[in-house]
């Protein structure tokens, strides 16, 4: 038997490769222009640090990669990258408020299903310092113009508050009291799920405890006041943004810091029981509990797969174009097409070639599958003259206009003249 990636990871290959970088460079460029630096953390930590985010969750208790090092230290690949943020801010105490945005792999050990991956990537971005409803805003606001930024149009986002951390174990003991007298209706998982933790059942698809949930108490009965306008003022806040958005009493996170500020992203163009794209919210208490000062947070992370899926439904952000500009074809021995494309590459300029001395026709094929706009053939009457030959590839326009029929270049003047296209057909590409 062949060696395969384990089950639940995958190689990712050009051009998904490089549409996924360019999905990180959209985030990038989106997060840094909201002041959010990046920050690149360690794939692994101290167990202690996830166990935070609550032990009666599936991610802590069933889905973490754990192991000891050498040292006999408990470590964890990281299941989730907030909690790796506020362990960096407590060890580093930055300036406040703090917006740090990361990209990168997270480790589950959960059952694959589409767009979802036991390593899989995410983005996002966390704000510390902050208790103003308007960070909340804000924030979903970055998650909600990135994902439309990306093309996507059937997105729909969901919002809730959890209230304070009084309120919400005053909700959970309500839900615990509810669902303990009608347990024998639920689902043997549900009722595993109830002695864990109630309020994960609120998430449950399944048919009997989606039935029991129709009667289960709501969260807006246990809001304090302060909750009650906290949220009021993030749902005029998007409100006053033109963003819509939906209401869901039964919407929770699956990690138990989740204080006030709730909310999921969802696209229609994928399965129902696979939708959701990212979410976030509002984590008062999590700095603290990992040691650090009494610090307010809130922020997001979004599943790159599911986002890309969620492109793939709709039709938009393709993979990036071709990965060369030029193919450098050369039928005197091959290494005239090293000099001349290394010398493009130090312009800044793609360029590709064919090795071992294959045949004109051979080389040209490796041309056209490159993607390359334009073949620079390297002949012996063009070794001898000093030259190389230009030719506008099929595809790109070829014979469109008097300078796509092939002609002779200078040798010294193949790098600047290549550009000058390069420029002219970004320009025309950018015309209305």
């Known amino acids: 038997m062949s060696p395969q990636a384990p089950r639940g990871t995958r190689d990712i290959l050009a051009p998904e490769s490089a ?20 920050v690149v953390s360690p794939m692994f930590e101290q167990i202690e640090v996830f166990q935070r985010v609550g032990e ?14 050498p040292g006999d230290r408990h470590l964890a690949l990281r299941p989730e990258l907030t909690a790796s943020l506020a362990r960096a801010f407590v060890q580093h105490r930055p300036p406040l408020p703090w917006k740090a945005w990361y990209e990168g792999p997270q480790f589950r050990y959960e059952k694959p299903q589409a767009g979802r991956f036991r390593q899989f990537h995410q983005v996002g971005a966390e704000l510390f310092g902050s208790d103003d409803p308007q960070a909340d805003v804000e924030v979903i606001a970055l998650a909600w113009r990135f994902c439309r930024r990306l093309g996507l149009g059937e997105l729909r986002l969901v919002v809730n508050s959890l209230g304070d951390r009084s309120d919400r174990e005053t909700y959970r003991a309500a839900l615990s009291d509810y669902f303990q007298r009608r ?17 994960r059942l609120l998430d ?10 129709a009667g289960a108490p709501v ?39 989740y204080r006030r500020t709730a909310f999921e992203l969802a696209s229609d ?44 439904a709709e039709g938009t952000f393709p993979a990036p174009a071709a990965a060369a500009d030029v193919f450098v074809v050369d039928t005197t021995g091959g290494a005239a097409a090293t000099l001349v494309a290394e010398e493009l590459r130090g312009a800044g300029i793609r360029a590709g ?17 490159s993607g390359a706009r334009w073949a620079l053939l390297i002949g012996p009457d063009e070794q001898d003259a000093g030259e190389v030959s230009l030719r506008e590839m099929r595809g790109h326009g070829a014979a469109a206009s008097a300078e796509s029929v092939q002609r002779r270049v200078r040798r010294a003047e193949v790098a600047a003249e290549i550009t000058r296209l390069l420029v002219a057909a970004a320009a025309e590409g950018s015309a209305p």
Not at 21 to 38: P, T
């Open 353 to 369: 070639r064919a090795f071992d001395g294959r045949s004109m026709k051979a080389q040209m094929k490796a041309a056209d599958r």
């Open 56 to 69: 009666a969750t599936d991610i802590v208790s069933k889905e973490m990669y754990q192991f000891r090092d």
């Open 269 to 312: 163009a994928l399965d129902g029981a696979q939708d959701a794209v990212g979410g976030g919210g509002r984590y008062d208490g999590l700095v603290a509990d990992l040691g650090g000062p009494e610090t307010p947070g809130v922020g997001f992370a979004l599943g790159s797969d599911r986002l890309l899926l969620a492109c793939d």
């Open 204 to 213: 449950s698809r399944r048919p009997e405890d989606r039935a029991v949930l």
């Open 183 to 199: 347990a024998g209706e639920l689902s043997a998982p549900g009722r595993e799920t109830l002695r864990r933790n109630p309020l």
């Open 19 to 38: 549409r996924l970088r360019a999905l990180v460079e959209s985030f990038a460029a989106a997060a840094e222009l909201a002041g959010y630096g990046q």
């Open 219 to 257: 969260i807006d009965d246990y809001w304090c006041e302060s909750a009650t306008e906290h949220f009021g003022a993030v749902r005029s806040g998007l409100e006053a943004l033109g963003i819509p958005f939906e209401r869901d009493p039964r919407l929770v996170r699956g990690l138990d810091y």
